[in-house]
């Protein structure tokens, strides 16, 4: 099987428009393609998903170990004829400046993949030549194996670039972009817009595939030697679904798209359904469904259909006062507030499953990967429980809460440490997208929760 890691100098180079690419144009030539993506984001990763036709997963050095990210890796390959990881930030950004640990040059190196790295070509001829050989020598354990020069002006700037760069190195250019609105994906204050909210991801593919067919040399891409499997065997699947099921209704569509698929996956292998909803548009909760799951998102740019679907609130706060667990991410914790006031000072009311009031804010609050320590027992484990999130938000819990914190957290970025997360009874959520694969507790319990708040709810009826 092959793979690669498709990187780039810096962010906002163009690397998600060229591994969008690459995959839609080895996906045209009949292959399976496995997405990945490096880091904690989950918004390249739903577009991933959605050109490969498979649930792109996060690689991530710092919220997980080693072990558990080969782990993550070989079971998403199982299947797959090619592997395509997607860098973040630059190939060699973490969390310090001092060492690799976090960067997706560390996750090439653990996973032994060529890297293929995007160069901004924009205003520039001989200089590029000089950032690829620095690239290409920074890290001599490194397999630095192919060029994709982005922002190309024209093909007589393409020759000059050429030029240059085989002056200075000898690895091969596989091809060059340039600006094409008809790839471009929208942005705004969290990054691209979502999959979940393309209307023409069938017109996006051909043309992703034709520009890769066009300006690539997909053929020589898949001339590099990798093994990316080969240090790990996927784990295997256990099934509990048949002694004790349980379903977990996911919250997705356009509102609520953010969750690691392994966090998912976690709890599948425990025995768990995934059901999923949709607080946009469902005007009822399934009757048969044992927790509720909402992740993050946009729901403040859908805050008024939120708060429109009336019946649908109501059942989600009746469900939490059954028992039943209820777990909210980020936008799933602005879900459940009582109120979420948006940016141009208007007042929705939410779900009012948790005494909060969420606005939002002009610039981000607390990002970054945080270590999380559980100040008490609450839905995910018990006190002294430690794991690891990220946190990526632009709004924040107005007052004080009635509810004490459940969460000591410490951010890595900042440095700063809070009290975070409300819990509740069988409720707990946070700003915090926590990995449950950076402590197996995580799944565990959630379900064990569910499977108790069961049993009780069939004694009563």
Known sequence: MKGFLIASTGSGVGKTTIALAIMAG???R???VQPFKCGP????AGHHSAVCGRASRNLDTRMLSGETNRQVFANA???ADVAVVEGMMGLFDGVSGGNEEGSSAEIAKLLDLPVVLVLDAGNSVRSVAAVALGFEKFDSALRVEGWVLNRVAGEHHFRMLQSAIRSATTVPILGWFPHDPAVAIPERHLGLHTAAEETGMSGRLAALAALAHQQLDLGLLMQFESSPCRESRPVSRVDARATDPVRVGVARDQAFSFYYEDNLDALRELGAEIVEWSPLYDKELAADIDALYIGGGYPELYAEQLSGNRDLRKQ???FSQTGRPVYGECGGMMY???ELRT?????????GVLPLSVEMTEQLVHFGYADVHFREDCLLGTKGTVVRGHSFHCSRVKENSPIAPAYSVHYSLSEKQTLEGYSRNNVLASYIHLHFGSNPVLARTFLRRTRTAKRRTMVAS
């Open 26 to 28: 080895l996906r045209a």
């Open 30 to 32: 009949g292959l399976v």
């Open 41 to 44: 984001d989950f918004i390249d």
């Open 77 to 79: 390959c199982a299947g």
């Open 316 to 318: 989600v706060r009746a």
């Open 336 to 338: 459940l507030a009582e």
């Open 343 to 351: 940016s141009d000072g208007l007042s929705f009311p939410m779900a």
